[in-house]
């Protein structure tokens, strides 16, 4: 399928026929505006600038890397640079979306310290998968400062407007942060049940014979495996655990090395093949690390 790279966002402007925008470098778009193709044909996008949205009624389905939303609820997403977009309108379906899209070039923000800190919000690296869903009390919240930007937005943008904007988008972004935990949170059986699957998918996996021939795992290919992004499952890990997948992986490691540490007679070296190191001296780094014990003092206390 095409990819359709968009560079500037009076580019995008013109690819949803809308008017263009009032500044080259930010701009808000009603989504009642918004048109999409008659004949519903999917196209992929890639945007060269931040992307914030709030929706609803979108008749429709929105593909964020491998993940697939179907808009029939209000939600939002957040889109960073570089990142492939498909959207797939389904012409048959009633479709009268509204909300507000958003859209920041990194430019707007020099000389601003938001262009260091909005890389600090790994929700922009969430697939649309695991988008926010708001309470109406939060939807009210979040609508409100949209229009707040809006009314800077078409005033004649000057320093003062905006630094108003960027202090507005902190905002958003800090009300949207807030949100996403509240939703780790209140999402119960869904996160649960994913928990549930990081547990099983570890313990296969250092439980397979041919682990030797594998290599250890990664938290990519462990959000692949689960069919969400690495930076959302690290986040959810974080909130209901307090350990991030990296650590996850580690602990599921290191309980591994323990059994074999205490129950075979094979050397450390052979342990940390068969665990997937290259270098037995990162093995017995890592766990001493973990254990405050070398490989080698964790089995002489068995004995």
Known sequence: MQVVRIKSITEFHRFRGVPNPEHPLISLIDYSTVKFPEDGKPVNIVMDFYSIAIKRDIAGKLYYGQQVYDFDEGLMSFIAPGQVLRIEID???????SGYLLQIHPDFLWNSPLAKTIKKYE???YSIFEALFLSEKEETIITHIF??????????????????????IELLLKYSDRFYNRQFLTRKISNHQLLSKVEDLLNDYFNDENLVDKSLPSVQFVADKLKVSSNYLSSLLKIHTGQNTQQHIHNKLIAKAKEKLSTTDLTISEIAYELGFEHPQSFSKLFKAKTKLSPLQFRASFN
């Open 91 to 97: 012409p048959n379906a009633q479709n009268n979306p």
């Open 123 to 125: 929700f922009f690296d």
């Open 147 to 168: 229009e707040n930007i809006k009314q800077e937005y078409h005033t004649n943008i000057d320093k003062f407007s905006q630094d108003l904007i960027i202090a507005q």
